[in-house]
């Protein structure tokens, strides 16, 4: 287990340590997610209340496209340097490779979007409960967006447009994500409680931690092989 764990964490420290050399590249998702979701108040008008309704949906959705943004280069790297081949080819269990490169990429972009959530929060004058519900989903949800993500990116890995079929094939997926992360920010807006869509999502979570880094190594024998 201690093996599995530390094979895990090297992936995704090396991952970091590779990020950390393209600092631009890696800041952009979550400079996408501030612009994109700074610009909706100039499109609707400064309304307080309008502004509080679209809140939640705007971060949501900002979120899921910044996510998306860096998912088509999660193994283009690797594999135009031979590297994947080489994890593919050692003792190591690809299933924690695969869960490795996934940690890394949730701590490169979801984790940042987390931490930028209460600034845009208090940007679309959110109430202090509603933010901290915003922040809670985002932390359930954005790991979702990468082990989901990272499927898409291991079956369209090497393929001509693989960005465009990667959106094709992970946006549908991560709707219910979209939704209940959504939902849980409404809910708590009209007095109800978020606990509901919360549990949905830890759900997903758990489905997903299970189940993508398994479906993502089988991607990867076949688009390498």
Do not use: Y
Request: net charge neutral.
């Amino acid at each position: 287990m201690n093996s599995g764990i530390g094979v895990l964490w090297a992936v995704a420290l090396r991952d970091l340590r590779l990020a950390g050399r393209r600092r631009v590249e890696t800041a952009l998702p979550v400079v996408f997610f501030v612009v994109a979701a700074s610009l909706f108040p100039l499109g609707v008008g400064p309304e307080p209340q309008t502004l509080r309704q679209i809140a939640s949906g705007v971060v949501w959705v900002s979120a899921l496209l910044s996510a998306m943004m860096s998912l088509n280069t999660l193994f283009a790297g690797d594999h135009a340097d031979g590297s994947l081949e080489q994890m593919l080819l050692s003792s190591e269990s690809m299933v924690l490779i695969a869960a490795g490169k996934s940690l890394a990429h949730w701590l490169l972009t979801g984790m940042p979007l987390i931490l930028a959530s209460p600034l845009i929060g208090m940007f679309f004058g959110m109430e202090p409960r509603s933010i901290g519900i915003l922040v809670l989903s985002l932390l359930l949800g954005t790991p979702v967006l990468s082990l989901l993500g990272s499927v898409g990116a291991a079956l369209t890995l090497g393929l001509r447009s693989g960005g465009v079929l990667l959106l094709l094939l992970v946006l549908p997926l991560c709707i219910p994500v979209l939704i209940f992360g959504a939902g849980a920010v409404s809910a708590v807006d009209v007095g109800l409680s978020a606990q509901g869509h919360l549990s949905l999502l830890a759900a997903l979570l758990l489905v997903a931690a299970l189940g993508a880094p398994l479906a993502t190594a089988a991607a990867l024998r076949i688009s390498v092989s």
